[in-house]
């Protein structure tokens, strides 16, 4: 998708209306409207890009700072970030987009399930090391 076609782009530039909270030369936030709990915002790098590994770093820099003073300043004790990267993962819009999901409740909020496995040492060694020759 181009970025005269994105959503977040046009939102960004002002073409569509949001509820802004932060805005740089760099980042720009706003409240979802379609919110998992009061206080649900979305923090996004101006630079366009579908996928984390499209953006360049220094685009990224003040994603967290953002999403932390958002959290702050709703007073959030319980909160998720959340990023998600390729349809299978559960991204909707095709520009990198963060999360912060207050967590009030049991009720409200993120809900996920943690499938988590007992790894083959071996192979997750065998893997930290392959990781680690390409970091």
Same mark, same amino acid.
């Given at each position: @998708?181009? =970025? *005269?076609?994105?959503?977040?782009?046009?939102?960004?530039?002002?073409?569509?209306? =949001?509820?802004?909270?932060? !805005?740089?030369?760099?980042?720009?936030?706003?409240?979802? /409207?379609?919110? #998992? =709990?009061?206080? %649900?915002?979305l923090v996004?790098?101006?630079?366009h890009?579908?996928?984390?590994?499209?953006?360049?770093? !220094?685009?990224l820099?003040?994603?967290?700072?953002?999403?932390?003073?958002i *959290?702050?300043?709703?007073?959030?004790?319980?909160?998720?970030? #959340?990023?998600?990267?390729?349809?299978? *993962?559960?991204?909707?819009?095709? %520009?990198?987009?963060?999360? @912060? /999901?207050?967590?009030?409740? !049991?009720? !409200?909020? #993120?809900?996920?399930?943690?499938? *988590?496995?007992?790894a083959d @040492?071996?192979?997750?060694?065998?893997l %930290?090391?392959?990781?680690k020759?390409? @970091?």
């Amino acid at each position: @998708m181009s =970025s *005269a076609a994105c959503i977040f782009c046009k939102i960004i530039k002002g073409d569509i209306p =949001s509820l802004k909270l932060f !805005e740089s030369d760099k980042v720009f936030a706003f409240l979802d /409207i379609q919110p #998992l =709990s009061l206080g %649900h915002a979305l923090v996004i790098p101006k630079f366009h890009g579908a996928k984390l590994t499209d953006i360049p770093d !220094e685009h990224l820099t003040e994603v967290l700072p953002v999403a932390k003073k958002i *959290a702050k300043a709703i007073g959030a004790e319980d909160f998720n970030v #959340l990023q998600n990267n390729g349809r299978i *993962a559960h991204q909707v819009v095709d %520009h990198v987009h963060f999360h @912060m /999901i207050p967590k009030p409740n !049991e009720k !409200e909020g #993120l809900t996920i399930g943690w499938p *988590a496995e007992q790894a083959d @040492m071996a192979k997750l060694k065998a893997l %930290h090391e392959e990781i680690k020759s390409k @970091m």
